[in-house]
């Protein structure tokens, strides 16, 4: 089936920055929109960004806007997630999901068909 690999984990101090990456199939990529999501200890499954099929479009929680850039490239098959003012909060194993029936990017994860194993961050104090 449909594989996306997240990569670009790891432990960063409060305030640091770090970018994760997500390759997903070359020959169908550009054809799903893509997000981001994350789970932390305890917690739900939460969105975090979103971007439509052509990255002309993108969403993002309230908890991470203006901190986090999702982008894509779909000439690499790869959408990132560049997470600057990390906070202690942030942490949590970060998926990324494809959607493969809407073009804009929702902030469901329940439409989401397709998910990556898992990264993990860690924000430390």
């Keep these: 089936q449909v594989q996306l690999v997240e990569y670009g984990g790891g432990l960063v101090q ?3 920055s770090l970018t994760l990456s997500c390759a ?5 990529f550009s054809t799903y929109a893509m997000g981001w999501f994350r789970q932390a200890p305890g917690k ?3 969105f975090v960004a979103s ?3 052509t990255g002309g479009r993108t969403y993002y929680s309230i908890a991470v806007n203006s901190r986090f850039t ?3 490239d779909n000439a690499k098959n790869m959408v990132y997630l560049q997470m600057n003012s990390l906070k202690i909060e942030d ?7 494809a959607d493969p029936k809407r073009s804009y990017g929702s902030m469901s994860q329940l439409v989401y068909e397709h998910w990556g ?5 860690t ?3």
Excluded: F, K, L, N
Aim: glycine share 12%; proline share 3%; hydrophobic share 25%.
């Design 117 to 121: 194993q898992g990264t993990q961050v």
């Design 123 to 125: 924000v430390s104090s």
């Design 70 to 72: 999702i982008s894509r």
């Design 91 to 97: 942490t949590a194993v970060y998926y990324c999901a």
């Design 51 to 53: 971007i439509s099929q």
């Design 44 to 46: 739900e499954r939460e």
């Design 14 to 16: 409060a305030g640091g």
């Design 24 to 28: 997903g199939p070359e020959d169908t």
